[in-house]
């Protein structure tokens, strides 16, 4: 097995097998640990300014990279018009520099406040630069290889496809440059360390919350007593 074959075919299997294994055993015998472990109330300036820009910048980059898996051509038509592909780039890229500025505003207040330091764990550094290498090497992937919000419906939406159905093609990454693929690896270990980490919270997200019925109150008070 050459390392292609490793990092493109059985790590990936190794990764999700990982996620999806120790995530569901997280959620069935250790219910209510998906926690964020937050650390406001030791100190919150300096969480504000890493946490905002972080998470508004990264949860509009991952939806953007899920609607371009799941809906390729639509995002294809999208493109299609120099503006719009222009515009989605920017947004991109901007947004991608926002993330930078909040992860880099969390490394530094993890390592330089102190009560913050001591109750920081290792696998919270692992995934704090796990999350740095993902943003920078995307950022870069975004200016150097210009225009990724087309090749990715060509290369990588078939290539993570071909994983999720057990046909791996390895080969549609192979060819790719090493910061790119960096990108991908990258991502694969988040995955893998995703049930290990505080990255849990995640899933304890109330998506629940866009579908369930409407709460009905019903005003039982007497006006004229009260
Ligand atoms: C296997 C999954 C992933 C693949 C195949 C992938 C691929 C890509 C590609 C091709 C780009 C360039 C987009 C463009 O030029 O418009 C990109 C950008 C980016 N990616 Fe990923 N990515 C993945 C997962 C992630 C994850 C999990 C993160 C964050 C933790 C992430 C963070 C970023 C960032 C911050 C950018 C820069 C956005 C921009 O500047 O346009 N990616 N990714």
Same mark, same amino acid.
């Given at each position: 097995?050459?390392?292609?074959?490793?990092?493109?075919?059985?790590?990936?299997?190794?990764?999700?097998?990982?996620?999806?294994?120790?995530?569901?055993?997280?959620?069935?015998?250790?219910?209510?640990?998906?926690?964020?472990?937050?650390?406001?109330?030791?100190?919150?300036?300096?969480?504000?300014? +890493? #946490?905002?820009? *972080?998470?508004?910048?990264? /949860?509009?980059? &991952?939806?953007?990279? %899920? =609607?371009?898996?799941?809906? !390729?051509?639509?995002?294809?038509?999208?493109?299609?018009?120099?503006?719009?592909?222009?515009?989605?780039?920017?947004?991109?890229?901007?947004?991608?520099?926002?993330?930078?500025?909040?992860?880099?505003?969390?490394?530094?207040?993890?390592?330089?406040?102190?009560?913050?330091?001591?109750?920081?764990?290792?696998?919270?550094?692992?995934?704090?630069?796990?999350?740095?290498?993902?943003?920078?090497?995307?950022?870069?992937?975004?200016?150097?290889?210009?225009? +990724? #919000?087309?090749? *990715?419906?060509?290369?990588? /939406?078939?290539? &993570?496809?071909?994983? %999720? =159905?057990?046909?791996?093609? !390895?080969?549609?990454?192979?060819?790719?440059?090493?910061?790119?693929?960096?990108?991908?690896?990258?991502?694969?270990?988040?995955?893998?360390?995703?049930?290990?980490?505080?990255?849990?919270?995640?899933?304890?997200?109330?998506?629940?919350?866009?579908?369930?019925?409407?709460?009905?109150?019903?005003?039982?008070?007497?006006?004229?007593?009260?």
């Amino acid at each position: 097995m050459d390392w292609n074959q490793f990092f493109f075919v059985v790590f990936p299997y190794i990764s999700l097998a990982l996620f999806v294994a120790v995530t569901i055993y997280r959620l069935v015998y250790r219910p209510f640990t998906q926690s964020s472990l937050s650390s406001q109330l030791l100190e919150r300036k300096r969480l504000y300014w +890493g #946490s905002i820009p *972080f998470h508004h910048g990264i /949860t509009w980059i &991952l939806l953007f990279h %899920l =609607l371009a898996l799941l809906f !390729p051509k639509a995002i294809l038509v999208m493109n299609a018009t120099p503006l719009r592909l222009y515009l989605l780039e920017l947004s991109g890229f901007a947004l991608g520099l926002w993330a930078l500025v909040g992860v880099v505003v969390l490394i530094w207040r993890r390592l330089t406040t102190p009560y913050i330091k001591a109750v920081t764990s290792t696998m919270d550094i692992i995934v704090l630069l796990l999350t740095l290498v993902s943003v920078i090497t995307g950022v870069l992937t975004a200016s150097l290889y210009r225009f +990724g #919000s087309v090749w *990715f419906t060509g290369v990588f /939406t078939p290539y &993570l496809w071909s994983v %999720l =159905l057990f046909q791996p093609r !390895p080969e549609l990454v192979e060819p790719l440059p090493w910061l790119i693929q960096l990108h991908l690896i990258n991502n694969f270990i988040i995955l893998a360390v995703f049930p290990f980490s505080r990255l849990v919270h995640i899933l304890a997200l109330p998506l629940d919350y866009l579908i369930r019925p409407w709460q009905l109150v019903i005003g039982m008070r007497d006006r004229k007593n009260s």
